[in-house]
Every structure is written in C-alpha cells, then in structure tokens.
T-cell receptor
Framework: ETGVTQTPRHLVMGMTNKKSLKCEQHLGHNAMYWYKQSAKKPLELMFVYSLEERVENNSVPSRFSPECPNSSHLFLHLHTLQPEDSALYLC????????????FGQGTRLTVV | QKEVEQDPGPLSVPEGAIVSLNCTYSNSAFQYFMWYRQYSRKGPELLMYTYSSGNKEDGRFTAQVDKSSKYISLFIRDSQPSDSATYLCAMMSIIQGAQKLVFGQGTRLTINP
C-alpha cells in the first residue's frame, strides 16, 4: 500500500458511456497527477494539480476532464472515449516544492469497447 | 526525437548477474533523474533518484548520471529473481512547484533462477 488509492481497479466502458476514475492520497501531499500508461509506450503525463490548481494539461483531448476538489482527492471524468483510450491510468501525488518521491497508485485498467 | 530514450528489452539474465540499464535524454532542463520499478499489475515505485552527475549507491543498486552526455544508468549487482520487473527511467523538471516527470518506455527485466 503506497498511500495512494485508486478506484476502480478495472473498468470496462462503452464509447457512449460516462464514467469517473477516483484517486485519494493519505500522505498529506498537495500536488496530484494523472498519467496514462499504454502498451509499448512510455508513461505519459496528462494533468498536474498543485495546491488544487491545474498547472499542466499535456494536450489531452477534452473527453478527459480532471477535477481536484481538495488536496487529497483527484478525479478523471471520462466521456465518449475511443478504443485507443484503453490503458492503465495512474494517479500520483507529491509534496509541492520539495524534490521528494512521487508516490503512485496501483492504477485503473480501463478498457473501452 | 523522443525526450527520453530507453531500450524496452526484454532483458533476461541468470541469477547473480550484473544488470545494466540505460537511458538517454535530450532536454537539458531536466533537473532530477530517477529510476522506478514496476511489478506486474502495480504502480511504479521509486528506486533511486539523483540530481548531479556521478554515482549514487543504495545496496545492490547504483545509479549513474552523466549530464554532459545526457546519459543515465542503473546497475543491479547480484541480481535476484525478485528483481524481475519493468524498470523505468524518468527525468524530472519542476513546474509551478509540482513535478513533471518524463518517462522512458521501460525495460522489462527477468532474472532466471
């Protein structure tokens, strides 16, 4: 257990569905991240929140919509996804302005059918 | 050109062998250099990080950075079957206090008993 919990662990959704991924960190960190890990591709940074403010949006399509209601919680809202969006979605957290470890959750394995 | 290049392997070696994993990068703005280990169905976990050229040792693991060549390495001595995992190099820069990690593709390593 790394202190970063993601739910659900697995998700299958149709292209017309709307779903949300949830991330919660119990480490007292104030920066949170969404990464995408596809087969045979590097981990890609999607969104960065620092002190609940989005500071990076890495050219991610609008069908992915992040939400950070407080420093402990991060959501990724999904709608009208494509099959190529199937991947492992990883959440991470770190302490802002400290060069310390970013802790990752175990990820949500998403399959779009 | 990718910002971070890593040979994806797979790499298979006998138990007890010395393993050498390598990455190159192109962006001089990277300030920190990290190695993550990822077991199957788990999120990445930090193994080592460093910010300066030279060697850093931690038990059986040695991280090496050569900023002039933009090249980093991870050496594993006396490799064990439990070291079998995917190893990800990552380069970090700081944006508005938060960490921006750029990952290599990951090298899948198998240590054979």
């Amino acid at each position: 257990e790394t202190g970063v919990t993601q739910t659900p662990r697995h998700l299958v959704m149709g292209m017309t569905n709307k779903k949300s991924l949830k991330c919660e960190q119990h480490l007292g960190h104030n920066a949170m991240y969404w990464y995408k890990q596809s087969a045979k591709k590097p981990l890609e940074l999607m969104f960065v929140y620092s002190l609940e403010e989005r500071v990076e949006n890495n050219s991610v399509p609008s069908r992915f919509s992040p939400e950070c209601p407080n420093s402990s919680h991060l959501f990724l809202h999904l709608h009208t996804l494509q099959p190529e969006d199937s991947a492992l979605y990883l959440c991470a957290s770190s302490q802002e302005n400290r060069n310390t470890e970013a802790f990752f959750g175990q990820g949500t394995r998403l399959t779009v059918v | 050109q990718k910002e971070v290049e890593q040979d994806p392997g797979p790499l298979s070696v006998p138990e007890g062998a010395i393993v050498s994993l390598n990455c190159t990068y192109s962006n001089s703005a990277f300030q920190y250099f990290m190695w993550y280990r990822q077991y199957s169905r788990k999120g990445p976990e930090l193994l080592m990080y460093t910010y300066s050229s030279g060697n850093k040792e931690d038990g059986r693991f040695t991280a090496q950075v050569d900023k002039s060549s933009k090249y980093i390495s991870l050496f594993i001595r006396d490799s064990q079957p439990s070291d079998s995992a995917t190893y990800l190099c990552a380069m970090m820069s700081i944006i508005q206090g938060a960490q921006k990690l750029v990952f290599g593709q990951g090298t899948r390593l198998t240590i054979n008993p």
